[in-house]
């Protein structure tokens, strides 16, 4: 049974504070919203008894409270749940949230993979990432088990570059001159997105297979027509049974060996991009629901596809 205590108030935080005799093993914290004192409390006075500490902000988005508290503090507030054996830590508004944080001179990506490097610590341990738009306001960091797992909420500036004149759905990656890490640490990798793109399946391909260098398992979902799915794994029991644990050195070229499509019939540049980044490629399948065409705009048609690439399927 765990003795609780609770961590005094920043009001009341002062130099005489004393924990040496605490035996505090698990503390969660949920709150509307962190203030810079009470960070500050949280860093300087969480007991070093404390094997599992928890923080769940409700009604600010992690941008917006950066800015309240300042990076200098999320990032030592970071730090010391790095060296806990268990520490989730989210931001949770509504899913109507407004964030008031603009992007100037570092993108909101940029700044979660800086937290995340902080969150992470020197831990030498598998990750596993969730992208999606459909709660872009939220976001999630979480090391338990041995692993490091984050929920990454995807907004209008992920999702699009309007650098041209129409407006491009490419997703974005962080400023590798200000974050030390970035997608090459996911091992493990969930894509659920609404938006509608015809070639969203084949862009979030290439985003994972040029950046997330030790990928072992991918798995994209288009959740509007065309309802496109892409699932990438180490093994075709993946597509059976959920693989949990991962090696966080394997090389994605080495470890993927199934691929499994549906909903639509890839294009020979997707082939190419496939052939180039997995050529151990093992077992290769691609259909539709039962009853269904890959594309509604489509009337069915037999298709005729190369896999003379793939030597060992």
């Known amino acids: 049974m765990y003795d609780y205590q609770i961590i005094p108030p920043p009001f009341q935080a002062n130099s005489n504070i004393s924990y ?36 769940s ?15 200098d503090n999320a990032l030592k507030l970071a730090e010391v749940m790095s060296k806990l054996s268990s520490a989730p830590i989210k931001w949770i508004p509504y899913k109507e ?22 969150f992470k610590g020197d831990k ?17 960091m979480m090391f338990s088990g041995g692993n490091l797992s984050f929920y990454y909420g995807l907004n209008y500036a992920d999702l699009f570059d309007d650098g041209g004149e129409d407006r491009v759905f490419e997703l974005a990656v962080p400023d590798r001159t200000i974050s030390v890490i970035g997608p090459e640490v996911i091992n493990n990798s969930t894509f659920f997105i609404c938006i509608t793109d015809s070639e969203l399946a084949f862009k979030v391909l290439k985003y994972s297979l040029t950046n997330c260098t030790h990928l072992q398992s991918l798995e994209i979902n288009g959740v509007n027509s065309p309802r496109q799915e892409c699932i990438l794994s180490s093994s075709i029991d993946r597509f059976h049974k959920r693989v949990e644990k991962y090696n966080p050195s394997a090389i994605l070229t080495e470890a993927l060996k199934a691929v499994k499509l549906k909903g639509f019939i890839p294009s020979q540049e997707c082939f190419d991009l496939l052939s180039c980044y997995l050529p151990g490629v093992q077992s290769f399948t691609c259909g539709s629901e039962r009853g269904n065409r890959f594309d509604n705009n489509e009337a069915p048609r037999d298709y005729v596809v190369d896999l003379t690439h793939f030597k060992r399927l």
Not at 58 to 69: A, F, H, M
Not at 106 to 117: A, P, Q, R, Y
Not at 124 to 140: E, G, I, P, Q
């Open 124 to 140: 030498k341990v598998s990750c596993t990432a969730s992208f999606s738009d459909f709660r872009s306001v939220h976001n999630s």
């Open 97 to 118: 949230y407004q964030t008031e944080h603009e992007n100037i001179g570092e993108s909101d990506m940029t700044i979660f993979f800086k937290i995340l490097n902080a």
């Open 20 to 55: 040496e005799h605490c035996h505090l093993k698990e503390l969660s914290v949920s709150l509307a919203n962190i203030s810079t004192n009470y960070v500050e409390c949280i860093v300087k006075y969480l007991p070093k008894s404390v094997e599992s500490f928890g923080v």
């Open 57 to 71: 902000i409700n009604d600010i988005d992690l941008y917006d409270w950066i800015d309240q508290v300042g990076v």
